[in-house]
């Protein structure tokens, strides 16, 4: 195709102007003009994910004084032949459920998720734990009032799935 030709012709402006685009965000970003003003990630809680104790993850994450509840299902299989990948579901069904904290008892860090809920949403999750070894799942509902719930599960593990 010759180089003046009808199609290569926005073919080449194009370029220009997205180069032209590129390195003006480039020239903004490192003179410091272009920053975000907002942080758009959530707190999250250091201290109940990196607890290497059960105690101190409860406590990181302000469940100690938990009730135990029936509202609170744990679908998780009773047998997993593989610990890096457990599936389980949770649902909540007391009112105003504003976050769930999962935990696996053994874990060598036992906090395992902890998901927020918007107001009225369903507090109803899916995940994949990693297990080092046959334990406990336990699940640690909160509400918009303060309180705290909890149940739990026992799975056996054949293979672990994390290192200690």
């Known amino acids: 195709m010759p180089a003046g030709s009808a199609v290569g012709i926005p073919l080449r402006r194009l370029l220009i102007r997205s180069a032209a685009g590129a390195a003006a965000v480039g020239a903004l970003c490192s003179t410091g003009l272009?920053?975000?003003?907002q942080v758009l990630a959530a707190e999250?809680?250091?201290a109940?994910?990196?607890?290497?104790s059960l105690a101190e993850a409860?406590?990181?994450s302000g469940a100690t004084a938990s009730v135990e509840s029936g509202a609170i299902t744990i679908k998780a299989v009773e047998i997993?032949?593989?610990g890096a990948q457990v599936p389980c579901e949770i649902i909540s069904s007391?009112?105003?459920s504003q976050s769930i904290a999962v935990f696996v008892d053994k874990n060598p860090m036992p906090l395992a998720a902890s998901m927020s809920f918007a107001n009225g949403a369903?507090?109803?999750?899916?995940l994949q734990l990693k297990m080092a070894e046959s334990s406990r799942i336990r699940v640690v509902v909160k509400t918009d009032d303060g309180k705290t719930y909890h149940a739990s599960r026992e799975v056996r593990v054949t293979l672990g799935g994390c290192s200690a």
């Open 34 to 37: 272009l920053r975000p003003r």
């Open 44 to 46: 999250w809680n250091r």
């Open 48 to 52: 109940g994910f990196t607890a290497t």
């Open 58 to 60: 409860l406590k990181a």
């Open 80 to 82: 997993s032949e593989n």
């Open 94 to 96: 007391i009112a105003n």
């Open 122 to 126: 369903l507090p109803r999750v899916r």
